[in-house]
């Protein structure tokens, strides 16, 4: 499958990585068409599968694409990337909107909005399913890496959409538990996880952990 | 142990019961002295170790006292109970500042502050303990109602105030996982984690749940 990733950074390059290595073409997108870190993953993937451009190449070479770009600058990357590029498309939104610049993290939207509804709402052609901003890159893609089965979250309007995204996560990253949470404002939860999140990764000492949800002995 | 246990809902009515039949002398304080669920708790309870009273008598019965009251109502009710009550005491904080009037649930103080926070603010002089807040009443006090260990998170300033809380957690409700996130800043993380909370609770079709974190496997 064509493939548009939006984002160099951690999470792009290594969700870019996974799926070069099953086999699809992945187009990783960037503000400009000669992003460095865009040229230089490319070229550690061989090229052949592996390609670069700008948003708005990635999104229209992608017959799904992954928001992988920070939070912050998603909507303006995917204003970039364009609505009729990403028009009919399943966009896995990975983001976060989160301020990073104090001791303490908080989020630029949250509580009655989320990162994921505002695209939605900007982009109402496009089947946005938010997904996988609760895991450390490593993990997404390598669920096994923990010492048992935990769980991954999807939430959006369209339950197609939704289908699809979960047959990808159980498919090609091997995700065993997915737990659909609702429609698109159950963005708001997951979202809004990722301060007892930031606790927890200092609690843990690691970024690879995630958590499962135990539910009642009878 | 006297203790004080302030508000006369679900979890202040499991949290209290459970403690009474641990041998402990409890009061239940709300708003009114002769609260009609108070008055009917402590007689179901038999009375002899079950006492009833306002915050302030509530407060100033326990040598630690728990916060059980609506989030939205806790620094109201507090108040109530009086700064000089709650001097040089654990309060556990279990409340979250959550107002359910829409559909989508929403917190009334979050992100950037929190209910832990601003209790532990207006009450200086009072150890505050954020825990059990993620969890159901039932489970609060039963954890091996779940099908298998999960964690339950303390927050909080005082190291010692913490790790008597640990002690309670495990010795008296017989958590055996307990996660200390950090300051009370920490709190934030929690309460922000209900929403996420709201949508598992729909998604598992029960009250009775709760997460476990998974680390890596190496």
């Keep these: 499958m064509k493939i ?13 990585s996974k799926l ?12 400009d068409v000669d992003n460095p870190k865009a040229v230089a993953w490319a070229k550690d993937e061989g090229e052949k599968h592996a390609l670069f451009g700008n948003f708005a190449n990635a999104a229209s070479f992608g017959e799904i694409v992954f928001n992988c770009t920070l939070g ?3 909507l303006n990357a995917l204003r970039m990337a364009g609505a009729e590029n990403l028009k009919g498309k399943i966009l896995i939104d990975t983001a ?10 908080s989020l630029t939207v949250c509580n009655t909005d989320s990162l994921g509804e505002q695209i939605q709402r900007e982009f109402p052609d496009t089947f946005v ?28 309007n369209d339950m197609e959409a939704k289908s699809t995204v979960i047959r990808i996560l159980r498919e090609w990253f091997g995700w065993k538990s997915i737990i659909d949470l609702g429609d698109i404002t159950t963005s708001r939860g997951v979202e809004m996880y990722m301060l007892l999140w930031r606790s927890l990764r200092k609690a843990v000492s690691s970024y690879q ?10």
């Design 20 to 31: 070069v290595h099953l086999g699809h073409e992945v187009m990783m997108g960037a503000r």
């Design 129 to 156: 399913v938010k997904s996988l901003n609760t895991i450390n890159a490593d993990v997404i893609v390598n669920p096994t890496k923990l010492a048992e089965r935990s769980d991954v979250f999807v939430s959006g």
């Design 96 to 105: 976060n909107p989160l301020d990073y610049s104090s001791d303490n993290w």
């Design 209 to 218: 952990f995630n958590v499962k949800v135990v539910r009642s002995a009878q």
């Design 4 to 16: 548009g990733v939006l984002g160099t950074g951690v999470a792009g390059q290594t969700i870019g």
């Design 72 to 74: 912050t600058a998603s």
